[in-house]
């Protein structure tokens, strides 16, 4: 009996997680994980999952512990990871943008700008990539690891935080400012390189990758299906953003049209009063779970 190739894939554990899994479920993926256990069933025999803290995840891809991981740019450069970046995958814990790593201090702090860093104490998770940036700045600072609660280490821990936030919540709620913003994230798809040379596995991974962006580009869009009468037609049309055109088709009753689209979710709230004025019925908005360019 031949035995089954595997792709090794790591996923991310903790802020991530959930995110991730939503979006492989969207991609086609089911993926079934026990409290109990670090290693994800997929539904896919060839792949093998493993939960990974995104912190490690480039090193271990790099060693070829795993074949290829989802993790930040951030962790990437963090461990000065060799890895080769498949695909940029823009979402986060709370949204579909990438996430900023800033310098913050208290609100009454006499630090305004980042060369007033100068001889100062930073707590901070992101340490390598701190030390390499404040050196490149010329400035020289003591940056020490922090194990969580960031945000409360100034003004008696810390003279400074470098901490990532996705919308400041975090820091206005601990009464801090931003002074600079050091570095911004996303989330990667990356390959150990041998295994991205292998054939097999690269094309593999090219699939996942190629269904997990067309889950995220599907995250803010929707279809829309209405008919449309002859004479409304043109002005149907006009009302009409698209990604590239309709998809028009004639129904069984003369003079009737069936008109297809997929539009930003945003604007549908506008559009459907304005379709409905120009001389569109039976309209019907529909979630979708991917769109392949």
Same mark, same amino acid.
């Not at 480039?58 to 290829?68: M, Q, S, T």
């Not at 604007?267 to 379709?275: A, C, G, H, K, M």
């Given at each position: 009996?031949?035995?089954?190739?595997?792709?090794?894939?790591?996923?991310?554990?903790?802020?991530?997680?959930?995110?991730?899994?939503?979006?492989?479920?969207?991609?086609?993926?089911?993926?079934?994980?026990?409290?109990?256990?670090?290693?994800?069933?997929?539904?896919?025999?060839?792949?093998?999952?493993?939960?990974?803290?995104?912190?490690?995840?480039?090193?271990?891809?790099?060693?070829?512990?795993?074949?290829?991981?989802? +993790?930040?740019?951030?962790?990437?450069?963090?461990?000065?990871?060799?890895?080769?970046?498949?695909?940029?995958?823009?979402?986060?814990?709370?949204?579909?943008?990438?996430?900023?790593?800033?310098?913050?201090?208290?609100?009454?702090?006499?630090?305004?700008?980042?060369?007033?860093?100068?001889?100062?104490?930073?707590?901070?998770?992101?340490?390598?990539? +701190?030390?390499?940036?404040?050196?490149?700045?010329?400035?020289?600072?003591?940056?020490?690891?922090?194990?969580?609660?960031?945000?409360? $280490?100034?003004?008696?821990?810390?003279?400074?935080?470098?901490?990532? +936030?996705?919308?400041? /919540?975090?820091?206005?709620?601990?009464?801090?400012?931003?002074?600079?913003?050091?570095?911004?994230?996303?989330?990667?798809?990356?390959?150990?390189?041998?295994a991205w040379r292998d054939r097999w596995k690269k094309q593999k991974m090219e699939n996942m990758v190629l269904l997990l962006r067309?889950?995220?580009?599907?995250?803010?869009?929707?279809?829309? $299906?209405?008919?449309?009468?002859?004479?409304?037609?043109?002005?149907?049309?006009?009302?009409?953003?698209?990604?590239?055109?309709?998809?028009?088709?004639?129904? /069984?009753?003369?003079?009737?049209?069936?008109?297809?689209?997929?539009?930003?979710?945003?604007?549908?709230?506008?559009?459907?009063?304005?379709?409905?004025?120009?001389?569109?019925?039976?309209?019907?908005?529909?979630?979708?779970?991917?769109?392949?360019?």
């Open positions: 009996m031949l035995k089954t190739r595997k792709l090794k894939i790591g996923l991310p554990k903790g802020s991530l997680q959930e995110s991730t899994l939503k979006l492989f479920k969207k991609a086609g993926y089911h993926i079934s994980v026990s409290s109990r256990s670090y290693y994800p069933a997929f539904d896919d025999a060839e792949v093998q999952a493993m939960l990974i803290r995104a912190q490690e995840m480039a090193g271990y891809v790099e060693k070829g512990i795993l074949d290829c991981g989802l +993790t930040g740019r951030d962790w990437i450069l963090e461990q000065n990871a060799d890895v080769h970046e498949v695909a940029e995958l823009i979402y986060a814990k709370e949204g579909l943008k990438p996430i900023k790593w800033v310098v913050a201090v208290p609100q009454d702090s006499q630090i305004k700008k980042l060369k007033d860093l100068n001889g100062k104490r930073i707590s901070t998770e992101l340490v390598n990539y +701190t030390k390499r940036y404040l050196k490149q700045k010329g400035i020289k600072a003591d940056v020490e690891f922090s194990w969580g609660a960031t945000e409360v $280490k100034p003004p008696h821990l810390a003279d400074a935080i470098v901490e990532l +936030t996705e919308t400041g /919540t975090s820091l206005r709620a601990n009464n801090l400012r931003i002074v600079d913003t050091m570095l911004i994230s996303s989330t990667r798809f990356v390959a150990n390189s041998k067309g889950a995220l580009a599907a995250e803010e869009k929707v279809g829309l $299906k209405m008919n449309v009468p002859d004479k409304c037609l043109n002005a149907v049309m006009k009302c009409l953003p698209s990604m590239n055109s309709p998809t028009i088709s004639m129904l /069984t009753k003369k003079g009737w049209y069936d008109l297809d689209v997929v539009i930003d979710e945003r604007t549908v709230r506008d559009l459907i009063p304005e379709l409905k004025r120009a001389g569109a019925t039976g309209i019907v908005e529909y979630q979708l779970n991917k769109v392949i360019p």
